[in-house]
């Protein structure tokens, strides 16, 4: 699992935004940059990576319209973030102000779990803590990996957590009418999972109710997976 330190949103204009994890460089090139997303724009996805250590601050970013707004810390994440460890690692926007963020914070030492935060109408609400997913993460290591919006309180969000036994599991969590729901093992992954090591990389979401999640597994050697929602319900990997 990866991390750093605070974790800062910013807003841009008249398209939303981008994050600024404390700790990495923007124009650092190495292992762990992080890569400018220019082409991103309304409705699309773009990922902020670790932060590497001689860095001193990391944007990902969204060409801005007009001019970035003041970075703030995710609401709500320092209450939840009591190992002093957390990051932003998805950002999507379905519309100006209307977007969803994703990532993991330490609530307690080693120990990690998986949040969400949505903007709405340009104002950040509180960051929560993936419902459901703490039923999950038995392990103590979960995150979000990628987030994704089709419109405003309609978003899709995936990525894993060790289970009791130390194993990674990937997981899908939507968003229908601006309440998540509980996030659950991505259907039939676990048939192929046989070594443990499974994730979700990406969630595009086209339409309400309609995504698609592709990531890794470890089977008979390292896998690739993908899974489908269809009127809101996940089908098989």
């Given at each position: 699992m990866r991390t750093t330190g605070r974790v800062m949103i910013v807003a841009a204009g008249a398209i939303s935004l981008s994050v600024a994890v404390a700790a990495s460089a923007a124009a650092s090139t190495g292992?762990?940059?992080?890569?400018?997303?220019w082409p991103a724009a309304q409705g699309m996805t773009t990922r902020v990576g670790p932060a590497a250590p001689w860095d001193a601050a990391g944007i990902g970013a969204v060409r801005p319209a007009d001019s970035w707004g003041r970075a703030i810390g995710v609401p709500g994440l320092a209450a939840l973030n009591k190992g002093g460890n957390a990051e932003v690692n998805s950002v999507s926007c379905a519309s100006a102000g209307n977007c969803a963020a994703g990532g993991s914070y330490a609530y307690r030492h080693h120990h990690s779990q998986g949040f969400v935060a949505v903007e709405r109408h340009?104002?950040?609400g509180a960051?929560?803590?993936?419902?459901?997913l703490g039923a999950?993460?038995?392990g103590g290591?979960?995150?979000v990996s990628s987030v994704s919006c089709a419109s405003a309180g309609s978003c899709a969000a995936g990525g894993e957590y060790l289970d009791r036994h130390?194993?990674?599991?990937a997981f899908v969590v939507s968003q229908d009418n601006g309440t998540w729901g509980k996030a659950i093992e991505v259907p039939g992954l676990g048939a192929l999972n046989k070594g443990g090591n499974a994730y979700v990389s990406s969630v595009s979401c086209a339409s309400a109710g309609s995504c698609a999640a592709g990531g890794d597994y470890a089977g008979r050697g390292s896998g690739a997976f993908v899974v489908s929602q269809r009127n809101g319900a996940w089908g098989k990997a």
């Open positions: 292992a762990g940059a992080v890569a400018p997303a340009g104002r950040w960051a929560i803590e993936v419902p459901g999950l993460n038995k290591a979960a995150e130390g194993r990674a599991q």
